[in-house]
């Protein structure tokens, strides 16, 4: 199957500070996925895009996109207040290109949490839902939930998508906060993988299982919200 084409944009992500994004809208699209990428890589990680090309190829459209400081190739990640402005301007950016297809937001890591703080500060304007690619509910080696706190403020569905072996969110704590928000919030668990979803050749599995793996459970998730 050939590659959706990805268009480069930019954007206003509040307070005069311009960021660019990369769209990619197959024909057809179900759904637009607004993804926000992790603390140490921008929207051009290769995992990120090939997450994008993935759900493209299930009718989902993406918009991948800078935080600031990322933009001003800054090593720092923006505080709150500005990542948040960020995601909301990226939100609203996707509804004016999305044609009326529903609207969904996460990311990888630093870029999820990101987005479900912003939710939970305020509903973000048409998303049915967050995905979470590797939630950083705590600083490896330093466990802790009080990263996970803000998520009973979010008022939409949520997939959480982690590695068994993610250093960044132990199970044992992850899983009892996922249960605690209740029927808005599902744990989906990659096997083997850590938090870039990495998995070991033992396991007889390769980079391109996983993805189909993250795409397939993300786009029936997003199926069934839609539908409910």
Known sequence: MAKAETKRISFDAGGGERVSGLWLMPGNAVAVAVLAHGAGAGMTHPFLE?????????????????????????????????AQAAVRAAVGEAAKR????????????????????????????????????GFPLHPPGKPGVERGDHLAEVTVPMLFL????????????????????????????????????RVPARTGRNAADVLAELVQTTAAWMAAVEAA
């Open 50 to 82: 090939a997450v994008a090309q993935g759900l493209a190829g299930s009718g989902i459209g993406t918009l991948r996109y800078q935080f600031p400081y990322m933009e001003k190739g800054g090593r720092r990640p923006d505080p709150p207040k500005v």
């Open 162 to 197: 982690q590695g068994s072996r993610d250093e960044f969110a132990e199970l044992t704590l992850l899983d009892p906060l996922v249960k605690r928000l209740g029927t808005l919030a599902r744990l989906h668990i990659v096997e083997d993988g850590n938090h870039s979803f």
């Open 98 to 133: 999305a044609g009326g297809a529903p609207l969904f937001a996460g990311g990888k890591s630093f870029g999820g949490r990101m987005t479900s703080q912003a939710a939970a500060a305020e509903p973000l304007a048409g998303v049915k839902g967050i995905v979470f690619l």
